[in-house]
């Protein structure tokens, strides 16, 4: 495989702790932006995969480098974001 998928994650709780890891591993993937509302998280996320960072899932989609969304935020907010990342085009 020759293309990379460029992949934003939507929530930077305790399930992006568990998932990022491996997928950053991927040579197929590219860990390309995050969000999450709170600030520590975020830059926290930038200086570890020196990627871009967001205060809303809305921010995160409107991003044209951002080819798909992994949905880690909690389980009451799945469906909006999946809407939203989906109204941006972008594969969830």
Known sequence: MTDIL???IAG???ASTQILPP???LPFIKITAAADTR???VAKFRGQ???EG???VE???ANANVDAVYVAT???LHAEHAITAAKHKKHI
Do not use: E, F, M
Request: charge should be neutral.
């Open 39 to 41: 600030a520590d998280a």
């Open 49 to 51: 995969y020196g990627a």
């Open 6 to 8: 460029s992949l934003g």
């Open 54 to 56: 967001y205060a809303s």
């Open 59 to 61: 921010a995160l989609c």
């Open 74 to 76: 909690p389980n009451p």
């Open 23 to 25: 997928i950053s591993k």
């Open 12 to 14: 930077l709780g305790v």
